[in-house]
């Protein structure tokens, strides 16, 4: 069942994040711990702020940009999985027309991926050279909901091997750009030059990360860097290392370097103090609607407690957006089961309310 708000009930049930049971109450989507009288009541599981995908891209398939149908129905598919908000990391449309409606989850955008001309994928970023990313960086901050999305990284065909996109001074003048027009930076980096430039030319968020060090994982932790790692969806290295063998050979071992180093990458940021958020990087060639899978990556490395953190509350504060608050938007689900011992209680979840009022940004 989902439900968008509606007349006065109440919740009851106990909360994950703590273990301890709670009642409120919701009043025209809002949530109060005033007591209604009469209201009828929900409950008697587990509740759970509504899921996170904190790297998703609502709106872009492996051609690049798709129709508003399509884009509506990955949203759709996402919100049915328990996921109530997004922080899409680069498309190509603009999907603002789904905000304020309860069918979606809320999204907070990244506008448009930024790389370098034929230095990513064909269709999904816009694309300048170094002199023009400053002013490119402006232009998607201005056009997203408080993220910028950069490519840090992608093959070098000429060197065979993966290779930065940005100077690392040049990189450090758009973070500082989009930083003064109020908007947070995060990069898509596989490989290891790239991560390090960009943590110390002062980036907010890491996506993938696999080639971390211990001296950049400490960095990102003195600087409150975090890390998506979109575990799960690293499964496809080992299938791109094998597409390149022939042409590009050091990048395919490059490739499957970093795909066997992927959990102990995650492991010592979140040791260092890294606070690491879940992510499925659905959209492109990676289908919509995974977020439990993900959950469920993330909780092999660093448990389930961790996991659902990663997935919820905790990356609800990261993102500014309310919990479970006197006053805040009705936005959560109702669980059969405890997922702290049961992840797959999130299959099947009970009630998912989700009442857009606010975008968090």
């Known amino acids: 069942m989902t439900s968008g708000g509606g007349a006065a009930y109440g919740v009851c049930g106990v909360m994950v994040s703590s273990g301890q049971e709670i009642e409120f109450w919701v009043v025209d989507g809002r949530v109060t711990y005033d007591r209604v009288a009469g209201a009828p009541m929900l409950g008697g599981g587990w509740i759970l702020p509504g899921l996170v995908d904190a790297h998703c891209h ?5 051609h ?3 129709d508003p149908m399509i884009a509506e129905a990955q949203a759709r598919l996402d919100l049915s999985t328990g996921v ?4 899409d990391a680069g498309s190509p449309i603009d999907t603002h027309w789904m905000d304020g409606r309860p069918e979606f989850p809320r999204i ?3 506008g448009r991926h930024i790389a370098r001309p034929r230095r990513y994928i064909r269709g999904f970023a816009v694309e300048v050279e170094p002199g023009d990313l400053v002013e490119e960086v402006r232009r998607q901050a201005r056009a997203g909901d408080g993220w910028v999305k950069l490519v ?3 093959i070098d065909r000429d ?3 993966l290779a930065p996109l940005w100077p690392q001074n040049v990189a450090e003048q758009a973070i500082i750009a989009a930083h003064g027009e109020g908007a947070r930076v995060t990069a898509h980096c596989f490989g290891e030059e790239s991560v390090s430039e960009l943590v110390r030319a002062g980036i907010d968020c890491i996506e993938h990360g696999c080639g971390l060090d211990t001296e950049t994982i400490n960095e990102m932790a003195r ?3 975090a890390l998506v790692p979109t575990l799960d969806n690293l499964k496809i290295f080992p299938g791109i290392a094998d597409q390149a063998e022939d042409r590009y050979p050091r990048y395919a071992a490059h490739m499957r370097h970093l795909f066997g180093r992927r959990t102990q990458v995650v492991k010592a940021a979140v040791g260092a103090g890294v606070e690491v958020y879940a992510g499925t990087d659905a959209g492109g060639t990676r289908p919509h609607g995974t977020i439990l899978a993900e959950i469920q ?3 092999d490395v660093l448990g389930p407690e961790y996991a659902l953190g990663a997935a919820s509350w905790k990356a609800r504060t990261w993102l500014g957006a309310a919990g479970i608050q006197e006053g805040s938007a009705a936005d959560f689900i109702l669980l059969w089961g405890d997922p702290r011992q049961d992840l797959t209680s999130l299959a099947a979840p009970d009630v998912i309310v989700e009442y857009q009022a606010d975008t968090p940004g």
Do not use: N, P
Not at 58 to 62: I, P, R
Not at 84 to 87: E, K, P
């Open 159 to 161: 060197l065979g091997d």
């Open 84 to 87: 109530t908000l997004i922080r």
């Open 108 to 110: 907070i955008r990244a």
């Open 297 to 299: 990556a993330l909780a």
């Open 64 to 66: 690049g940009g798709v």
């Open 152 to 154: 840090g990284d992608w």
């Open 58 to 62: 609502v709106g872009l398939d492996a």
């Open 223 to 225: 600087r409150g860097v």
